[in-house]
């Protein structure tokens, strides 16, 4: 687990988390994008990532896949997953994000977020949670409350996950 300078205060948000926001390059995968000779796009995913996912939400929080990109690849791990807010082709990601969380009734405050890059940022500086993969760019890992030891794609998530379970008293009861 991630030990961050004021361990209390990051437990204290992790606790309010009742939504677990992800970007998807870079966070659920490690960045790269597979293209194949017949135009079809790949990437990879990190089993212990979707293992996180499923008992976070096993634990009644809602899981959101929010992407600039559209990928039917993405679409697929979300199905796999069970996860049901996925918003892919995103152009303004704090729209989309403020959109998610009026239609789950929650607040700033009830969300956690983990991002890679610049467009996570704005996302990163208002939630309750920020946390940012190992390999973010500086500016997010300044911004976030907590950088993760993992990288993108490697299991970062699942770390994420863990955090926020652990806090919540939820972690392998």
């Given at each position: 687990m991630p030990l961050p300078p004021d361990r209390a205060e990051i437990e204290g948000r992790a606790r309010k988390v009742r939504?677990?926001?992800l970007d998807v390059d870079g966070v659920l995968t490690d960045g790269k994008v597979l293209l194949?000779?017949?135009?079809?796009e790949g990437r990879t995913f990190h089993v212990r990532d979707g293992l996180g996912i499923q008992l976070v939400q096993a634990a009644r929080i809602p899981v959101a896949f929010v992407s600039g990109r559209d990928d039917d690849v993405v679409r697929r791990r979300a199905r796999e997953l069970g996860v049901e807010h996925v918003l892919l082709g995103i152009q303004d990601k704090v729209a989309a994000y403020e959109?998610?969380?009026?239609?789950?009734?929650l607040s700033?405050?009830?969300?956690a977020y983990i991002g890679d890059d610049l467009p996570d940022l704005p996302i990163i500086q208002r939630c309750g949670l920020g946390l940012a993969v190992a390999d973010a760019a500086s500016e997010l890992r300044l911004a976030a409350h907590v950088v993760l030891r993992t990288e993108g794609g490697e299991g970062a998530v699942r770390e994420a996950c863990e955090l926020i379970l652990e806090a919540q008293g939820a972690w392998l009861r």
């Open positions: 939504a677990l926001v194949l000779p017949d135009g079809a959109q998610l969380l009026k239609d789950l009734s700033d405050a009830e969300a």
